[in-house]
DNA sequence: CCGTGATTTGCAAACGTATGCAATTTCTGC
DNA sequence: GCAGAAATTGCATACGTTTGCAAATCACGG
């Protein structure tokens, strides 16, 4: 009933000592039944649980997992740390989050006010990282697992889908629909998700010949999307591209929105546009975007696997970088192959 | 550069006593400038940092605000949860999440396992709360705040957009187009949301001698939202709407895919589609949709001022039940009163 | 009924910080 | 240079838990 109950009042109430009343909350601990009953039954007329930070102090571990995420903006975001926290939650874990602007100056302070939690683990959602920010967290025991973001910085894990692979079916795919000129709209030049959906994507053109016919940039962001989109087809119909791959369903969405409603460029007739993500609104039927799908599921069960690992063995536990492979889902914002004559 | 560095190690380096470097971090504390330096100087070579664990344990503040979300899927909470984090973090405060599916019974578990953190604050976003739960929090003298839900309970804040008046906004704007055979597709019946929104709709419906044409249950899910827009809309044009107020943006998007991809039904030619949110895909010209705005901005900033003033001056604090107006925003998803004849 | 080993229990020392109190130092005005 | 006030400092305790260790209890076969 009262505001704060702690194990001492329980042990006063049961009749056992402060340490009966914790092992009985420790699984796995020396307690017999009898006391465990009357201990649980004294807690529970009380209303006692125990105190997790406290808990924590003692035994080091906080059972908290710090997220650090740039922008929730993309609706690939939230779909993830919707994943995310549950699949922890199930453990016994808890999420605290952490905002990041783009720039990096500000993830130093970030990520030490994330040490300050004594966090058991962090995720790292769409930033880079520098690599004396990871070797501090290093050197601190926590583990760091980068979520949609690859980086070359020895022993840090990284959970993305296979964009390299990704940008390749959207390439073949094109071309195979029999498209002469492929633009493409790159996102932020410093992720690594634009980068390797970029290489993918450039090298398979590459492999058949052909050549990406124009290229704007469009930082992941709605607005700027808007402006590529503009500066690459606002022109007559055979100086523009017939098909436009972008870097991301969320500024696929925007591409699509100037080519019709400001261009009047019919989607997919004149023009094909493939995304990246497969978002909820990439299946909507006003959009029914061509896109990559990226395995939320399998990506946040990766990332789970791997920080349990490193939690629970750090002895044995080894970096891994792991690239999932997902599908090109065929909607109706490009000409398939089916259709080519 | 070790592991832990503790603020004993940072004393012995220093020169000084522990409470000395405690001193130096809390602010408002009593500490000459020579010994601040001396101290800040260790710190910054051992890479001290204050525990605030070990903080939260001795002076019971634990600068965690705990979160709980129902579901991401709809759009309107990434973003205030973007925002919140951002309000919470300039203030030194962080955002434990806690997710919690639309059934009560889980919420208990859940409201336990915050209350084990021992948050500050706790704020519940689009869930409602049993009156036991409530007073548990209020009796271990946490601060909880019902985000964008209202409710008849004694002591609780609730902070929403003013669903009521939005209602009548939507109908008197409807009736001003000249819309004679008004619909309604309601949320899940158990928000106040829904509730608020609906009587707002009808009573201003009432007021000029109207009545609901016909009316759907989509419970702000958007495969339900389209199975109640073919229930509505699959019939001969007289015998159906010609304008339907959604009671959110989410479940607007799938009807107007229903209308206009599956029955071939123009918006806002043959029906005016109205929602409610202003969830960042309303402005996306595919959609263009007509609808209310809830103020993210303030209504986050009314949570976070909510939770400081009972955190910081509990005794003062009074519950403060907050409805803030918002605009009705006019695009292209129904038809307005100037192109009514 | 006793001895032995296994199980259960309590004691006490941590974990890293904040803070009341008393002792010490520094400052102020004369 | 001195008394007194003000500021600073260190000591020791507390926060609520876990856990190693030793004491106590238990089960059980002889």
Same mark, same amino acid.
């Given at each position: ?51 997790v ?32 926290s ?7 874990? =808890? ?18 006010e ?5 966090? *058991? ?18 050197s ?10 690859s980086?070359?910085? @020895?022993g ?19 071309m195979?629909?029999? =498209? ?33 016919f ?6 992941f ?15 007559p119909? *055979? ?9 991301? *369903? ?11 409603f ?7 007739? @004149? ?13 909507w ?26 939690? *629970? ?29």
């Open positions: 009933m009262a505001g704060k109950v702690t194990s001492l009042q329980v042990a006063a109430r049961a009749g056992v000592s402060q340490s009966a009343v914790s092992r009985v909350f420790t699984p796995g601990a020396s307690v017999s039944q009898k006391t465990a009953e009357k201990v649980r039954k004294a807690a529970e007329e009380l209303g006692y649980r125990p105190n930070l406290a808990r924590a102090m003692v035994s080091g571990k906080s059972r908290i997992i710090g997220l650090v995420v740039a922008y929730l903006e993309n609706y690939f975001y939230p779909e993830a740390l919707e994943k995310l549950n699949a922890l939650q199930a453990r016994g874990y =808890h999420v605290l989050i952490f905002m990041a602007s783009q720039n990096a100056g500000n993830l130093d302070d970030v990520m030490s994330i040490l300050d939690y004594q966090v *058991d683990g962090i995720v790292i959602a769409s930033v880079s990282l520098s690599s004396d920010v990871a070797e501090r967290c290093q601190a025991g926590v583990p760091v697992v980068l979520f949609n973001r980086q070359d910085i @020895e840090i894990t990284s959970i993305s889908s296979d964009n390299v692979a990704g940008g390749r079916k959207v390439a073949e795919f094109l195979a629909g029999g =498209h002469r000129r492929i633009g493409y709209i790159a996102g932020w030049e410093g992720a690594s998700t634009q980068r390797d959906r970029e290489a993918g994507f450039t090298a398979a053109l590459h492999d058949s010949g052909q050549q990406v124009s290229r704007e940039v469009g930082d962001d709605t607005a700027r999307a808007r402006e590529a989109a503009r500066a690459m087809f606002d022109k119909a *055979d100086r523009r591209p017939d098909a436009v791959f972008v870097a991301n *369903d969320h500024m696929a969405f925007a591409v699509m929105d100037v080519l019709r400001e261009l009047g460029i019919a989607v997919p007739g @004149e023009v094909s546009v493939v995304g990246y993500d497969d978002v909820p609104p990439a299946a039927p006003a959009y029914n975007l061509t896109t990559v799908r990226q395995r939320a599921n399998l990506m946040v069960g990766e990332t789970v696997a791997a920080l349990m690992d490193h939690i *629970d063995t750090p002895q044995t536990a080894r970096p891994r970088r792991v690239a999932i492979d997902g599908p090109l889902i065929l909607r109706g914002s490009a000409r398939s192959p089916i259709d080519k004559g």
